[in-house]
C-alpha cells in the first residue's frame, strides 16, 4: 500500500497475537515500526525487544526503538492505577525532556518518509501514551491511523 503523505500509524499489542500485529502492520503498508516503550520487555511471547525486532526485519518491517518517547515507571504505575492525570502529568514532563524532543524530532523526520507506526502496549491508544504521541504529530500536519490487530481468540492462537 502506498504511504500518505505524512500519516503515522499506531498499534498496541494487548490483547493481540505477535502474527496479528504483523498482519496487521503489513495489511497498512507499514515499512518501520517505531518501538515507544520505556522498557521494550514483555511477558507476552514474542514482543520483548530482541526477538520482536528480528521477527519484523524477517517479515519485512524494519524496528527501531525510541526509548526517550516511552514512559517512565512511575507514569506506567500511575495509569495502571488509573490515575490518568498523573500519568499525564509525568509524560508531559518526560514528552518535554531534551532526550524527548530529539527522538521527536527524528520522528517526524523518518515518518516523513516512509510509512511508520507506533507501538506500545495497550489496545484502546486514548489510553496509552501513543495517543499523545500521536497528536503531537497531528498538530505538526500528519494524519494519525489507529491499527487494531485481532485477538488471540479470534486467530485461533494462544495469548
Known sequence: MPKTMNEICTIGYENATLQGVITALKEAGVALLVDIRDAPVSRKPGFSKRTFGATLE?????????????????????????????FHAIYQKQFESADARAAFADLLTIASAERACLLCYEQDHARCHRDIVADAMAARGFSVRHLTSLPAWMTGEGA
Open 58 to 86: 524477517s517479515e519485512g518491517i524494519r524496528y527501531l526503538h525510541l526509548k526517550a518517547l516511552g514512559t517512565p515507571k512511575p507514569g506506567r504505575d500511575a495509569a495502571k492505577r488509573g490515575d490518568r492525570e498523573t
